[in-house]
């Protein structure tokens, strides 16, 4: 078999560099994977072309790589064979011993599939509703051929955190099928809320990556001047000054935290860099020795008060990061997008500011496969507590997913997208009805999507009847629902503000909850992505639509979902509005639906005219 192989490889074109050696590990496997010489060269030249290896010369090296190709392979024709075998649940056997009637081919999934679909259908794993001991709906399930570690799990929901809840404790407590919840249950589910998006940008097909150093300076230059402006508009504060010039007097000055090196900020290289028009853009080191409380991270525009007797260090006694709530503007109505208004006549009114919904950000399948079972979970939980507002951010097909780095999945990114996502998001709206509406925020870790911030909404064409219920908006973007604002983006800004910051922080403030002290951060700045440098994994272009990372209307909830603790707070800005009330945010991280081979955590929030009676709830699959 040696020389069978030797003489195929050479057929090939192929010659090998330690011959005895590569010749042994290949009769290996043609003994374990059952693979005559012939079939072995075949897999090799379809493993050399995907591998892109240079020289026809096969190196003792490459059979690792070739060993785990193989494995891969007998693996996918493994579960191919199993298309007609069925691993009974413990639901089915005791509906089996009860002598109920279970119907496995009941299925919601009725559009029709085309023949290159079905096989990659016929994988997925049961949708079951939620509950340790309960019958799946009627109509709501789909035939299960796979036992996963996802599906071998005990609970169905674990209730991780109850925020604003009455007499239920902080802490882990099951979920069960059965427990209505009141405050999802005080929205009628026939009442269709209304949609209004008043910032998604850039749009679809743009180019970018095409950005300039004069469009980056451009940009941090006006939003120096637009702060500085609001600053002193805002009759709070003196004449703005020259930081760089010296003076005995105490001075007003406004500038953007940078840092005198390449490294990490720290309190001793602190810079403030003001604008052209007020310093020439020349920067100052900031002393903060006299700070009692601070909080600053890089391309944070800042106004500090302080002197500066020498001229090359700006001495702080006080540093203010919020812009005021003045030059707060709304976006005219003029440029609002109204979704589905055609049809509202037909919609029964509804109360302004009250919105039930449920809040869940990819991943949507665990590391282990590409079934999408944390997804049917989440759209199970949705189909009995009726939101009016499902709302999913990405990533959808993750590209840190091992499969998709791999490149091992049969089917293209957009088909996965297609068939796992959208597909049983028309499934989903299907059963409920009319008065259901689901919005889609990209990620930039979205494998079928432009690798851009900010990022263009999905172009997605559902069937006619269901068009107006499935809304996609850009990464960021802002939108108003029965009245309520929210403003959403995808990048994992906690996360990298928490690696930058520079703190000084009293044990017994507010300020000593971290997460929102983060929070605190983007709302204070209007801005999605108040960081520069940005992180070195976000595709940041200033000359794509800059004003799509300003916050532009103060939203009634920030979804800013991050691999940080899940967590539902409110968040209280210094100001107050026109009627001399505190200026209030839910501020919502669902964190991720799926984590490693197990479920992640979602949100369930009741919005109710204020934010301090709304109530929520962080769930874990």
Known sequence: ????????????????????????????????????????????????????????RVESAHLDGFLSYLQNEKKENIIKGESNVHIYSSNEVDMLLNDEEYD???????????????????????????????????????????MTPFGQRTNKFVLQFAFNHQNVENGKEEVSATQEDDLIKRVKPSERCSLQIHCSQPNSGCRFMYDKIEDKFLSLENRIRRHAT???????????????LASQKSIFAVGMVCSDGEGRLSENSVLLQG???????????????????????????????????????????????????????????????????????????????????VIAAGPFTTTDNLLFEPLNEILAYASRKQPQLLILMGPFVDSEHPDVKRGTSSKSFDDIFNVEIIRRLQDYIGYMGSAVRVILVPSIRDANH???????????????????????????????SNEVTIGCSTVDILKQLSGEEISRIPPDTSSADRMARLSHHLLRQRSFYPLYPPSIDVPLDLSLAPEALEISLFPDILLIPSDLTPFV?????????????????????????????????????????NPDKTTASILRI
């Not at 609001?230 to 930081?243: I, N, R, V």
């Not at 001495?315 to 203010?320: G, L, M, N, P, Q």
């Not at 172009?459 to 939108?479: D, G, M, R, V, W």
């Not at 945010?585 to 490693?596: Q, Y």
């Open 1 to 56: 078999m040696e020389v069978e192989v030797k003489a195929e490889f050479e057929r090939s074109g192929f010659s090998l560099s330690e011959e005895e050696q590569i010749l042994q590990k290949c009769l290996t496997f043609c003994i374990n994977f059952g693979l005559t010489p012939s079939d072995l060269v075949s897999h090799w030249e379809v493993y050399y072309l995907n591998r892109q290896l240079s020289g026809l």
């Open 104 to 146: 496995v081919k009941e299925s919601f999934l009725s559009t029709p599939i085309n023949q290159a679909e079905q096989p990659y259908l016929e994988s997925h794993n049961t949708v079951t509703t939620p509950g340790t001991n309960e019958r799946p709906s009627k109509g709501l399930t789909i035939s299960s051929n796979r």
């Open 230 to 244: 609001a600053f002193a508009a805002s009759g709070l504060y003196g004449e703005l000054t020259d930081a760089t």
């Open 275 to 357: 604008s052209v028009e007020h310093s020439g853009g020349q920067r100052v080191r900031l002393d903060l020795q006299k700070l009692v409380e601070f909080s600053l991270f890089p391309g944070q525009v800042i106004v500090v008060e302080g002197q500066n007797p020498s001229g090359h260090c700006l001495i702080a006694s006080k540093v203010t990061d919020s812009l005021p709530l003045s030059i707060h503007s709304s976006v005219p109505s003029a440029k609002r997008q109204a979704i589905g208004q055609e049809d509202q006549s037909g919609v029964p009114p509804y109360t302004p500011k009250v919105l039930s919904m």
């Open 450 to 480: 432009d690798f851009v911030y900010p990022q263009p909404a999905y172009e997605i064409y559902p069937p006619e009847e269901i068009k107006h219920q499935i809304t996609c908006l850009a990464n960021p973007s802002i939108f108003s």
């Open 569 to 609: 707070k409110v968040l209280e800005l210094r100001e107050r509005n026109e009627a001399n009330e505190p200026v209030k945010c839910v501020c919502v991280n669902p964190g991720r639906l799926a984590k490693g081979i197990g479920g992640g955590t979602f949100v369930e929030l009741a919005y109710d005219t």
